[in-house]
């Protein structure tokens, strides 16, 4: 069965930093792209970012483009998403995904899924 886990979500400050992290099991996804995602309160799900399968590749939202970056780790099987400058508007539950072969891309259209950490940005 694959799992995709997002941990590091949090209650922090404008202008700090945090660092989500995805965990994934059941296959392995070295070579495949995977993303970031987010949904604002009341809003519907938005692309992040998202990296190719070794990492070559990043691609991000002009929101976050400058403040965020996005790895992976192909050995240990895990992606992150380095957040700084975070914004109030930046508030969202994160979400994990990758796709079962496709490059890196804006596309929403992935089929794996996390559950999600939430992240609070108070101004």
């Known amino acids: 069965q694959v799992q995709l886990v997002e941990t590091g979500g949090g209650l922090v400050q404008a202008g700090d930093s945090l660092r989500l992290s995805c965990a994934a099991s059941g296959r392995t996804f070295s070579s495949t792209a995977m993303g970031w995602f987010r949904q604002p309160p009341g809003k519907e799900r938005e692309f992040v970012a998202s990296i190719n399968w070794s990492g070559g590749i990043t691609i991000y939202a002009d929101s976050v483009k400058g403040r965020f970056t996005i790895s992976r780790d192909n050995a240990k099987n895990t992606m992150s998403l380095q957040m700084n400058s975070l914004k109030p508007e930046d508030t969202a539950v994160y979400y994990c995904?990758?796709?079962?072969?496709?490059?890196?891309?804006?596309?929403?259209?992935?089929?794996?899924w996390g559950k999600g950490t939430l992240v609070t940005v108070s101004s």
């Open positions: 995904a990758a796709c079962r072969s496709c490059p890196a891309s804006r596309s929403l259209r992935m089929d794996y």
